[in-house]
């Protein structure tokens, strides 16, 4: 049953970038754009402890809907991500680094506006992605 759910995530997950997402050949400018945050995301507390197990379930969710355009160590450039109009957000940056549990929680279930971050809210339930919010986390620590 779980690979089968597995095959249609990455299966929905390919339909979605393939499906208009990513532009086409042409030369197009790459910029990078500031996530547009709401105040209110800073203050969302993370309530999912970060055990040795909710860490290792946070990185097979991060390798499942993540790792193809941020990474496996969340750097970005992956293939998948080389003909997007915006570079995927290094994970590892300082940038980044400096957002709260809340806004990365935030990001990752609303997508960001003027990117090709898609709204994870619609697959994935709050827990799982406060779990890769934790892997998130580790990655930053391992840069």
């Known amino acids: 049953m779980k690979q089968i759910k597995v095959f249609f995530i990455v299966t929905l997950v390919l339909a979605a970038l393939f499906s208009g997402c990513l532009q086409g050949s042409e030369n197009v400018e790459k910029k990078l754009v500031p996530v547009p945050y709401p105040e209110t995301a800073k203050s969302i507390a993370n309530p999912v402890t970060k055990t040795e197990t909710n860490l290792d379930v946070g990185r097979d969710k991060y390798e499942i809907f993540c790792s193809m355009c941020h990474g496996l160590t969340g750097r970005g450039g992956e293939e998948v991500s080389k003909n997007f109009q915006i570079d995927p957000s290094s994970l590892v940056s300082s940038g980044v680094k400096r957002r709260t549990d809340g806004e990365l929680f935030w990001a990752t279930k609303n997508g960001v506006n003027k990117t090709k971050m898609l709204p994870w809210g619609e697959l994935l339930s709050d827990e799982e992605?406060?779990?890769?919010?934790?892997?998130?986390?580790?990655?930053?620590?391992e840069a």
């Open 129 to 141: 992605i406060w779990l890769i919010v934790n892997h998130i986390r580790v990655l930053q620590k």
